[in-house]
T-cell receptor, first 112, second 112 residues
Framework: QQQVKQSPQSLIVQKGGISIINCAYE??????FPWYQQFPGKGPALLIA?????SEKKEGRFTISFNKSAKQFSLHIMDSQPGDSATYFC???????????FGKGTMLLVSP | EAGVAQSPRYKIIEKRQSVAFWCNPI?????LYWYQQILGQGPKLLIQ????????DSQLPKDRFSAERLKGVDSTLKIQPAKLEDSAVYLC??????????FGSGTRLTVV
C-alpha cells in the first residue's frame, strides 16, 4: 500500500526558531510532493510543493528539501511565528489525475 | 475565485441513521474528491470523480457509503447506516489536476 510516513507527531518551537517536519515515502512512482497547512475548523490549504527534479524549493519562510535517493522530504519553517501554529501534512501523488496520499500530520505550536 | 462549498458544517446523528453531505466545487474544476479525516490523522481518500464519472472508489466502504456527482458539478456523499467509527470530518476537494487541490472546510460528523 502506498504510504507516506510523517514525523514528529507534534512539535513545539519558540518564536523565531526553525521548525522541521520530515516525511518518507515508499513508492518511487510519486512525482509530486506538496505540504498542506490546516487550521482548526478549516480544510487543508496548499502551502508549498516540489517535484523530484529539484532538491530544494523556497517560498518566503518555507523551504522544502528533497532527497530522492533516500526517498525523504522535509519542510523547514524559518523564523517561526505564533501564526504558524497549525497542523501540517505532507502528501505525495503520481501527478496527472492521481490522488494525493497524506501523512498523519504534525501539530506545530510556536510559543510566543 | 469562490472556494469549495460544503454543507452542513456539523452533523450529529445516532448510529444506524443515515446522513448526506453536499459539495459544490470550484467552477471549472473537473476533478472532485471526497476525503475522510479522522481526528489526529491525515485525510484518507474515499472517492474521486472526473466530471461525473468515478475514477477511484477503491477505499469507499460501499456497503454503507455512496456518492454521486450529477451533471459533473455538485456532489453528495451519503452514509447509510452510520456507525460510531464514521465519526470524522468529511472533506471535499476539487482540482484541475492533482497538482492543485483546493479543499472545503469540511463537515464534522459525530455518530452517537
Amino acid at each position: 500500500q502506498q504510504q507516506v510516513k510523517q514525523s514528529p507527531q507534534s512539535l513545539i518551537v519558540q518564536k523565531g526558531g526553525i521548525s522541521i517536519i520530515n516525511c518518507a515515502y515508499e513508492n518511487t512512482a510519486f512525482d509530486y510532493f506538496p505540504w498542506y497547512q490546516q487550521f482548526p475548523g478549516k480544510g487543508p490549504a496548499l502551502l508549498i510543493a516540489i517535484r523530484p527534479d529539484v532538491s530544494e524549493k523556497k517560498e518566503g519562510r518555507f523551504t522544502i528539501s528533497f532527497n530522492k535517493s533516500a526517498k525523504q522530504f522535509s519542510l523547514h519553517i524559518m523564523d517561526s511565528q505564533p501564526g504558524d501554529s497549525a497542523t501540517y501534512f505532507c502528501a505525495a501523488s503520481m501527478g496527472g489525475y492521481s490522488t494525493l496520499t497524506f501523512g498523519k500530520g504534525t501539530m506545530l505550536l510556536v510559543s510566543p | 475565485e469562490a472556494g469549495v462549498a460544503q454543507s452542513p458544517r456539523y452533523k450529529i446523528i445516532e448510529k444506524r441513521q443515515s446522513v448526506a453531505f453536499w459539495c459544490n466545487p470550484i467552477s471549472g474544476h473537473a476533478t472532485l474528491y471526497w476525503y475522510q479525516q479522522i481526528l489526529g490523522q491525515g485525510p484518507k481518500l474515499l472517492i474521486q470523480f472526473q466530471n461525473n464519472g468515478v475514477v477511484d472508489d477503491s477505499q469507499l466502504p460501499k456497503d454503507r457509503f455512496s456518492a454521486e456527482r450529477l451533471k459533473g458539478v455538485d456532489s453528495t456523499l451519503k452514509i447509510q447506516p452510520a456507525k460510531l467509527e464514521d465519526s470524522a470530518v468529511y472533506l471535499c476537494a476539487s482540482s484541475r489536476s492533482s497538482y492543485g487541490y483546493t479543499f472545503g472546510s469540511g463537515t464534522r460528523l459525530t455518530v452517537v
